[in-house]
């Protein structure tokens, strides 16, 4: 079992940053891609950013250029966000993308972190 816990959560005024992390812990042999998501009231969990284990990086178009997703160890992931806007309100939810002792590719999700941008 996987587990991923993610911190860094709060107020903040627009035009303001904030640093999300995410651990991972548990019994798995690597992960292959980790990232973050973000769920606003009434609307679909979308894709904000993710890296894979290769360090290849992708970014929504709503936040490029203002956050900037980074891992360390492969377990550990980050998302620093600059520059936010209130309409980045929202819970945000690290995902993780492992290969179990089985060998098998499962995908894991934290319990999430609201990150609320005030005007």
């Known amino acids: 079992q996987v587990q991923l816990v993610e911190s860094g959560g709060g107020l903040v005024q627009a035009g303001g940053s904030q640093r999300l992390s995410c651990a991972a812990s548990?019994?798995?042999?690597?992960?292959?891609?980790m990232g973050w998501y973000r769920q606003a009231p009434g609307k679909q969990r979308d894709v904000v950013a993710s890296?894979?284990?290769?360090?290849?990086t992708t970014y929504a178009d709503s936040v490029k250029g203002r956050f900037t997703i980074a891992y360390d160890n492969a377990k550990n992931v980050y998302l620093e966000m600059n520059n936010l806007k209130t309409e980045d309100t929202a819970v945000y939810y690290c995902?993780?993308?492992?290969?179990?002792?089985?060998?098998?590719?499962?995908?894991?999700w934290g319990k999430g972190t609201l990150v609320t941008v005030s005007s």
């Open positions: 548990g019994r798995f042999l690597g992960v292959n891609a």
């Open positions: 890296v894979t284990r290769s360090g290849t």
């Open positions: 995902n993780a993308d492992v290969v179990t002792p089985a060998g098998y590719t499962m995908s894991y």
